[in-house]
Structure formats: structure tokens, C-alpha cells
């Protein structure tokens, strides 16, 4: 595997991490969270993003 796939690879990592640090820290709507981890396929386009469901399986946070 070529080295720019593998860093994209990890920068998608990382930007989804965060990204489900801001949700499960209430900073952030599920629906931003949503649209943050669509973000970061197109961005970073994972290896495997064909194997990753198009909706997240997260249920809303009740409030």
C-alpha cells in the first residue's frame, strides 16, 4: 500500500475519533455527527469505506 493511502487512512481515523469525542460529549448533534463522518470518508476516503454503512447505526442521544 502506497504511504499517501495509509496517512489517509490514519487522518480518517483520527477526524472519526474526534469526531465521536464531540458527539459522546454532547458538543455535538446527531445530526452533525452524521454529516462530520460522511465528511471524513469523502476527505480522507478509508480503505474500506465500500464495508461501512451508509447511516450510522448510533441512536440519537436522548435528552
Given at each position: 500500500?502506497?504511504?499517501?493511502?495509509?496517512?489517509?487512512?490514519?487522518?480518517?481515523h483520527?477526524?472519526?475519533?474526534?469526531?465521536?469525542?464531540?458527539?459522546?460529549?454532547?458538543?455535538?448533534?446527531?445530526?452533525?455527527?452524521?454529516k462530520?463522518?460522511?465528511?471524513?470518508?469523502?476527505?480522507?476516503s478509508?480503505?474500506?469505506?465500500?464495508?461501512?454503512?451508509?447511516?450510522?447505526?448510533?441512536?440519537?442521544?436522548?435528552?
Amino acid at each position: 500500500m502506497e504511504q499517501q493511502k495509509l496517512m489517509d487512512e490514519l487522518n480518517y481515523h483520527r477526524a472519526q475519533k474526534l469526531t465521536d469525542a464531540l458527539y459522546h460529549s454532547g458538543l455535538i448533534s446527531f445530526e452533525e455527527y452524521d454529516k462530520l463522518t460522511l465528511k471524513n470518508r469523502h476527505s480522507f476516503s478509508p480503505i474500506y469505506v465500500d464495508l461501512l454503512p451508509k447511516t450510522l447505526a448510533i441512536p440519537p442521544k436522548k435528552r
